[in-house]
Structure formats: structure tokens, C-alpha cells
């Protein structure tokens, strides 16, 4: 059974369609990674997906519970990390988890057992009796991580989690995500961190305007823009010219090729033939950056 199935889910707003649409699936187990520049959707699909908000047309499934008739089944099996946080500030951090806790209908012992857990493994527990409102935003976002597990959800939605964390909150997040994809459990992840995306997803989706206009592995996706790769390289010295077809990147320069073996070797002549020592050459691939600038119509830097 698929974790997420989604088809032809919509979502207008007076008159703006903010998902039009969209169709895709998340496999059991998968780190799934969803992109898009502001506005784009993401949200808005997270919330649908969540039972939050009502779709206006199209379907959905959460471990094969269908979102219009199976509702509270969905609900059951999925945790959230919404985009905004959701905490009650009034309420100790105990007193949040334990109120998600007696919604899901656990038992008291063993909410006072995950809680526990969650709050240390989250670098929480000696706060647990602090009112919310006064925690950082990391501190907000790690309990919010751990709201959404409390339930031991199947399916985990987190919309932009790691957003104006420090270094190591981040990293303690991703770790976490990976751990529950090692599980079996499956991560729906929104993020505008590449690099998080290319580290953690095993596929990526990116929806532009409300569309789905990739859905692929990273490093598939990677390649989908063509075999073109970066080559930058500098000098021992300043050159009098610049090299044919480079451009000057700093004290350095850079050429975009699909034929990187030959383009070295000009490189090579241009240096012997101008009394020049090659002092470093980088050739990169097509990073998830790229990609996403390409399929999302963003102006190039
Ligand atoms: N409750 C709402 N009422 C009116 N318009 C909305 C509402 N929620 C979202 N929208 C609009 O729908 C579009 C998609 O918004 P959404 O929040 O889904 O984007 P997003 O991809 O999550 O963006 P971001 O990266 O900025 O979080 C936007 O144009 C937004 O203004
Ligand atoms: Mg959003």
C-alpha cells in the first residue's frame, strides 16, 4: 500500500487557484521532498493532506484511507509539523504533549512515557514545566516534532522544519527524519534547503504555481537538465585575456560544458601558450539548486 496517493487535488481561494490539479505518490518508507518557491502551494497541500483544509475537487489517501470518507482513519495514522506553530503558548511543554496525547485517546501511562521520551530525546525535558511562550523558535520547533510524534504516526508531514534553526538543531531534525525513515515510516518534507533535500529525500516533487513539474530522484533530476556541467578553474596569474567562452567569477573562471574532458584540455593550451600555471579546476555537476531554478522559471543569478 502507498503511504500518500494524491489525485487531481485542487485548492482555489476566491478565485486564485493555489493547487491545480496536482497528482503524485509517496511510497512507504520514503523520504519524501517537496519544493516550490513562495506561494507555490506547498502549504496549501500539506493542509489537505492533513485534513485541515477541504480540497475542492480531486482525491487523497493516507495509508489508504481516503481523506473524504476516511477521515478520522487518515488522521489517526499521520502526525504534522504545520508551517506555523501550533503549540499552546499558555500550556508547559508537558502540558502540550499530554493534550495531544489524550486526543489520540493513549493511555495515560504511556503518554507520560512518550512524552518523556520525546522531550529528551528532543533536548526538551528539563523545560517541560516552562510555559511555550517563552521558548525560542527552536526550542518550538523541536516540540513541535515531537507533538506530531506522540501519536507514533506512519506518515510524518513536516512543512519547512528546519527554517531559522541553528546548525544543530537542524542536524539533530534531520537525523530524526531519517531515523523514523529507517523505521518504515514516511516523511513528507517541505523545505527551501536544497541541500537538505538533495542530502535526506529519496524522490522530490516541485510544484510551481500550483503544479507538479518534476517528480524524480535528486540525482535523476539532476541530470534532467542535461549533461551540462560547471567548470571553474584559475590561474597562477592574471591572464591577458580571457579564456575563450569563460566567464570571470572572482579571481577565478568559469565555463558550462557538456564536453568537460575537452574543454580541459583547451584550458590547458591556453595556459602553455600563455606562460600560465593552472592552479585549481572544480568540475561540478548540476545541483538540485539548478534544477529547480530551471523548472521554476526563477531568474538566474
Ligand atoms: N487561507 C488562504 N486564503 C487565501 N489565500 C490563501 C490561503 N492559503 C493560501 N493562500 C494562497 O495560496 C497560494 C499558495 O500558498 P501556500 O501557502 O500553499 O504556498 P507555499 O508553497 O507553502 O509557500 P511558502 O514557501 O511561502 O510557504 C498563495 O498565493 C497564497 O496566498
Ligand atoms: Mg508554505
Known amino acids: 500500500m502507498e503511504a500518500i496517493e494524491v489525485k487531481d487535488l485542487s485548492k482555489s481561494f476566491n478565485g486564485l487557484t493555489a493547487v491545480n490539479r496536482v497528482t503524485f505518490t509517496v511510497h512507504q518508507g520514503e523520504i519524501f521532498g517537496f519544493l516550490g518557491p513562495n506561494g507555490a502551494g506547498k502549504t496549501t497541500t500539506v493542509r489537505m493532506l492533513t485534513g485541515v483544509l477541504k480540497p475542492d475537487a480531486g482525491e487523497a489517501r493516507v495509508r489508504g484511507h481516503d481523506l473524504k470518507t476516511d477521515l478520522v482513519k487518515a488522521k489517526a495514522v499521520l502526525g504534522v509539523v504545520p508551517e506555523t506553530a501550533n503549540a499552546y503558548g499558555d500550556l508547559t511543554a508537558w502540558g502540550n504533549l499530554m ?89 513528507f518534507l517541505t523545505s527551501h534547503n536544497m541541500q537538505e533535500v538533495s542530502m535526506l529525500c529519496d524522490r522530490v516533487g516541485i510544484i510551481n504555481r500550483g503544479q507538479m513539474v518534476a517528480l524524480e530522484s535528486p540525482e535523476i533530476l539532476r541530470h534532467r537538465i542535461g549533461g551540462t556541467v560547471t567548470v571553474e578553474f584559475s ?66 543569478e
Open 99 to 187: 493534550l495531544i496525547a489524550s486526543l489520540y485517546g493513549i493511555p495515560r501511562r504511556d503518554g507520560e512515557q512518550r512524552a518523556a521520551r520525546l522531550l529528551t530525546e528532543f533536548g526538551l525535558y528539563e523545560r517541560r514545566a516552562s510555559k511555550v511562550k517563552g521558548f525560542s523558535k527552536g526550542m518550538k520547533q523541536r516540540l513541535m516534532l515531537a507533538m506530531a510524534l506522540v501519536s507514533n504516526p506512519e506518515v510524518l508531514f513536516l512543512d519547512e522544519p528546519t527554517s531559522g534553526l541553528d546548525v544543530q538543531s537542524a542536524r539533530a531534525i534531520r537525523q530524526k527524519i531519517r531515523a523514523l525513515r529507517d523505521e518504515g515510516r514516511t516523511v
Open 235 to 300: 590561474f597562477d596569474k592574471t591572464p591577458s585575456s580571457t579564456p575563450p567562452g569563460a566567464e570571470r567569477i572572482g579571481d577565478a573562471y568559469r565555463l558550462y560544458t557538456t564536453e568537460p574532458h575537452e574543454v580541459i584540455s583547451s584550458i590547458m593550451g591556453f595556459a602553455t601558450r600563455n606562460g600560465l600555471k593552472l592552479i585549481s579546476v572544480n568540475v561540478q555537476s548540476p545541483s538540485l539548486e539548478d534544477v529547480f531554478v530551471k523548472l521554476t522559471g526563477g531568474a538566474p
